[in-house]
């Protein structure tokens, strides 16, 4: 079994910028594939970002050119870097995780609150 444990999260006005972190307990077999995904009052939880171990990146088109994933394969943990943040990314953000036998994980959230 896998904990992820995220960090990070806050309170921003706008045009802010957060960094959110993940740390997997265990290394994860590969190929794996860790990211974030975020979850609204009221919304669906949706993908913002993931990353394989091969180092393939996905961004969800609301977040491109403003959140960039990262990874430390050394450390078992997926960075998200938050720039021109806006009101309408207040959520909690998950991490999330795949091993190479396509058993997922997900970290507790971590709340994200952007202001006017």
């Known amino acids: 079994q896998v904990q992820l444990v995220e960090s990070g999260g806050g309170l921003v006005q706008a045009g802010g910028s957060l960094r959110l972190s993940c740390a997997a307990s265990?290394?994860?077999?590969?190929?794996?594939?860790m990211g974030w995904y975020r979850q609204a009052p009221g919304k669906q939880r949706e993908l913002v970002a993931t990353?394989?171990?091969?180092?393939?990146?996905n961004h969800a088109d609301s977040v491109k050119g403003r959140f960039t994933i990262s990874r430390d394969n050394a450390k078992n943990a997926v960075y998200l870097q938050m720039n021109s943040l806006k009101p309408e990314d207040t959520a909690v953000y998950y991490c999330?995780?795949?091993?190479?036998?396509?058993?997922?994980?997900w970290g507790q959230g971590t709340q994200v609150t952007v202001s006017t």
């Open positions: 990353m394989s171990s091969g180092g393939m990146t």
């Open positions: 265990r290394s994860i077999r590969s190929p794996n594939t």
């Open positions: 999330f995780a795949r091993d190479w036998r396509a058993s997922d994980y």
